[in-house]
């Protein structure tokens, strides 16, 4: 059963930083891409950032390029989001993802995911 399990959300001041963390267990994670993905209240979930498997090919939203970095480390089973100069609209549920199949492309929709994190809050705020 693959699981998904995100870390390192919290309080942040405008212009600060955050360094989130998605551990997955399950099957061989080395195979798969991963994204993140956020959702705000009263707003739909939205994409954030995706990585290939082997991490030579990322994705961003607009809203985040030149801010955020997606990485991961396979050896440790583990993807990175480092989130720089936060703005309050970042304020979210941020998720972490991944898609059933190995074959599937560095997605930026939510269906391209089957598996998905219980997510972890970030705010950003004075």
């Known amino acids: 059963q693959v699981q998904l399990v995100e870390s390192g959300g919290g309080l942040v001041q405008p212009g600060g930083s955050l360094r989130l963390s998605c551990a997955a267990s399950?099957?061989?994670?080395?195979?798969?891409?991963m994204g993140w993905f956020r959702q705000a209240p009263g707003k739909e979930r939205e994409f954030v950032a995706a990585?290939?498997?082997?991490?030579?090919?990322?994705r961003y939203a607009d809203s985040v390029k030149g801010r955020f970095t997606i990485s991961r480390d396979n050896a440790k089973r583990t993807v990175y989001l480092q989130m720089n100069s936060l703005k309050p609209e970042d304020t979210a549920v941020y998720s972490c993802?991944?898609?059933?199949?190995?074959?599937?492309?560095?997605?930026?929709?939510?269906?391209?995911?089957?598996?998905w994190g219980q997510g972890t809050q970030v705010t950003v705020s004075s």
């Open positions: 993802a991944s898609p059933r199949s190995s074959d599937a492309r560095t997605g930026t929709t939510p269906h391209e995911y089957e598996y």
């Open positions: 399950g099957r061989t994670f080395r195979w798969y891409n």
């Open positions: 990585i290939s498997w082997s991490g030579g090919i990322t």
